[in-house]
Antibody, heavy 124, light 107 residues
Framework: EVQLLESGGGLVQPGGSLRLSCAAS????????MSWVRQAPGKGLEWVSS????????YYADSVKGRFTISRDNSKNTLYLQMNSLRAEDTAVYYC?????????????????WGQGTLVTVSS | EIVLTQSPATLSLSPGERATLSCRAS??????LVWYQQKPGQAPRLLIY???NRATGIPARFSGSGSGTDFTLTISSLEPEDFVVYYC?????????FGQGTRLEIK
C-alpha cells in the first residue's frame, strides 16, 4: 500500500523559511515523479512543484519560482520542499503527491496517491 | 496557462439522482483530463484519469467523458458519501492546472 507522510509544517513569520518532508513507502520511490500541491484555507488546489524520479529535472509554479526548492533523497525514500522568503499568500495545506506513471519527468503530472497534508501558516 | 472552468460551482441534488459536472478548458487538452474527489478534511482522491478511465477501486457509478475542451463527470446514482467537492485537472500543457471545484450538496 502506498503511503505518503508529510511533516515540517508550522507557523512562520513573513520572510522566514521552512522545510517540508514527505516520507514515502509501499512503492519503488525512485521510479516515480513526485509533486507538491497546496490548498489555501477554503480554496482550491494549486500545483506548486514537481521533480523527476532521478531528481535531475524540476519544475516550479511561477508563484514560487526562485523561493522554493524541491528535492528528493531516493536512498531515504523522502521528498522535500525548501521554502524561503515566505509570504502570507503561501499559507496553505501542502500535500505531496505521486505520479501514477513510471519514468516521467514531472512536467505533466497527475496524482494517484496523496499524503494527508501539512499546514503552513505565514503570519506575524 | 490553460484555465479550467468548472460548472456549476454548487450542484444541489438528492440521493439516488444523477449528477452531471462540467469542466471546460480554455484550449484543447486532448484527453489529458483528470477528476478528483475531496472530502472535508481529507486529501483529494483520484477518480478518473485521461478523461474516461476509472482509477483503481472507484465505483462504477462514476464515469468521465469528453475530449478537447469539454469534459463531464457523471455520477449515475448519488450515494450520501458523494456529496463533497470535485476538481478537474489538466496535464496536457505545462503548468498543470486545476479547476476551481464543484461542490455537490444535498437538496
Amino acid at each position: 500500500e502506498v503511503q505518503l507522510l508529510e511533516s515540517g509544517g508550522g507557523l512562520v513569520q513573513p520572510g522566514g523559511s521552512l522545510r517540508l518532508s514527505c516520507a514515502a513507502s509501499g512503492f519503488t520511490f525512485s521510479s516515480y515523479a513526485m509533486s507538491w500541491v497546496r490548498q489555501a484555507p477554503g480554496k482550491g488546489l494549486e500545483w506548486v512543484s514537481s521533480i523527476s524520479g532521478s531528481g535531475g529535472t524540476t519544475y516550479y509554479a511561477d508563484s514560487v519560482k526562485g523561493r522554493f526548492t524541491i528535492s528528493r533523497d531516493n536512498s531515504k525514500n523522502t521528498l522535500y520542499l525548501q521554502m524561503n522568503s515566505l509570504r502570507a499568500e503561501d499559507t496553505a495545506v501542502y500535500y505531496c503527491a505521486k505520479d501514477p506513471n513510471t519514468g516521467t519527468t514531472g512536467r505533466n503530472p497527475s496524482f494517484d496517491s496523496w499524503g494527508q497534508g501539512t499546514l503552513v501558516t505565514v503570519s506575524s | 496557462e490553460i484555465v479550467l472552468t468548472q460548472s456549476p460551482a454548487t450542484l444541489s441534488l438528492s440521493p439516488g439522482e444523477r449528477a452531471t459536472l462540467s469542466c471546460r478548458a480554455s484550449q484543447s487538452v486532448s484527453s489529458y483530463l483528470v477528476w478528483y474527489q475531496q472530502k472535508p478534511g481529507q486529501a483529494p482522491r483520484l477518480l478518473i484519469y485521461d478523461a474516461s478511465n476509472r482509477a483503481t477501486g472507484i465505483p462504477a457509478r462514476f464515469s468521465g467523458s469528453g475530449s478537447g475542451t469539454d469534459f463531464t463527470l457523471t455520477i449515475s446514482s448519488l450515494e450520501p458519501e458523494d456529496f463533497v467537492v470535485y476538481y478537474c485537472q489538466q496535464r496536457s500543457n505545462w503548468p498543470p492546472t486545476f479547476g476551481q471545484g464543484t461542490r455537490l450538496e444535498i437538496k
